[in-house]
């Protein structure tokens, strides 16, 4: 297993394309894919996509971001990529049902994000869940969950 301690740079740095792109068509660049909530973590241990086994123990000073290269040496490299994330879209009815349903996301700690007259709440886990707690909002027709056009930010 390898061990990563700092963040090199970012992967899209101007020092690090001609490297990069080398090694990309030698099919030489790993790619390990986080969450968005694991970019928190100073402290991990997961697989890359091509399966080696990594650790990650960085110091507090430093915040694992999209594109931030672990390794680049001659013959490989790793990079992290985030993980498309998914949201759920609704509109509530009218201004008392936005309050209530933001009084509903604050009090369940959901991640939310708000355009024109929707709340978008992030899917961080199964969606299942998140409309089972929304059921009695959704039946009352107090909040209607909108398709997923393009909230995948």
């Given amino acids: 297993m390898d061990i990563y301690t700092s963040i090199l740079g970012a992967a899209d740095a101007a020092e690090h394309h001609d490297r990069l792109h080398h090694l990309a068509h030698h099919h030489a660049v790993d790619v390990l894919r986080l969450s968005r909530a694991d970019l928190a973590r100073r402290r991990l241990r997961t697989r890359t996509e091509a399966g080696l086994e990594v650790a990650i123990a960085l110091p507090r000073e430093q915040?694992?971001?999209e594109g931030a290269l672990l390794?680049?040496?001659e013959d490989r490299a790793l990079v992290v990529r985030v993980e498309t994330e998914h949201w759920l879209r609704l509109a509530p009815r009218d201004t008392a049902a936005a309050l209530r349903l933001g009084y509903f996301c604050?009090?369940?700690h959901w991640r939310v994000r708000f355009e024109q007259a929707h709340v978008l709440v992030a899917v961080e886990t199964d969606a299942r869940v998140y409309l089972e707690r929304l059921e009695g909002l959704l039946a009352e027709g107090v909040v209607t969950l909108?398709?997923?056009a393009g909230a995948a930010k």
């Fill in 63 to 65: 915040k694992l971001f």
């Fill in 71 to 73: 390794a680049l040496t």
């Fill in 106 to 108: 604050g009090n369940l």
């Fill in 146 to 148: 909108l398709p997923d």
